[in-house]
């Protein structure tokens, strides 16, 4: 029961994190003001997460905990997916692990979920992940005058 709790969080969470996130890239004025300030940071590293707008903080906390509290979890299970969420988002950034982060940083316009479920996430089924992505340029935000390899 309790792995069914955990995915179905995790699926919600993707959810909720990637409508957001892909908004904040694909609009100009919310990536500039906002989202901006968290990609300053290249080459992540795992506390980097912290660094971003204070709107944006706000966003990912509602994000993170809106899900567990909808769906009426026990406060046993809450506190272990918080702790999770925040272990895993320190991974992310970090890049040892999960990559797909990595290349988010990187190249901005893939990889937006961050849900590391093979096959059932946003990224999967929108098209968004990196290494599906025929067209490596259309990765490249327009936002960016960056010079990234995409090799
Ligand atoms: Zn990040
Ligand atoms: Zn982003």
């Not at 809106?66 to 925040?86: D, K, M, R, S, V």
Request: with cysteine.
């Amino acid at each position: 029961m309790i792995l069914f709790y955990m995915t179905l969080t995790v699926l919600y969470t993707d959810i909720c994190f990637y409508i957001p996130h892909r908004l904040m890239h694909n609009n100009r004025l919310l990536f500039n003001h906002i989202h901006k300030v968290h990609h300053d940071i290249i080459d992540s590293y795992a506390i980097s997460f912290q660094y971003c707008h204070t709107i944006e903080a706000v966003i990912n906390e509602i994000t993170v905990s809106l899900p567990p509290i909808l769906g009426c979890l026990p406060n046993e299970l809450f506190y272990l997916w918080y702790i999770t969420a925040q272990v895993s988002v320190c991974l992310c950034h970090c890049g040892y692990i999960f990559k797909n982060h990595d290349n988010h940083h990187h190249y901005k316009m893939c990889e937006y979920g961050i849900s590391g479920l093979p096959y059932i996430n946003m990224d999967y089924l929108l098209k968004t992940k990196y290494i599906n992505m025929i067209d490596k340029t259309r990765c490249v935000s327009k936002n960016t005058k960056s010079n990234v390899n995409l090799n």
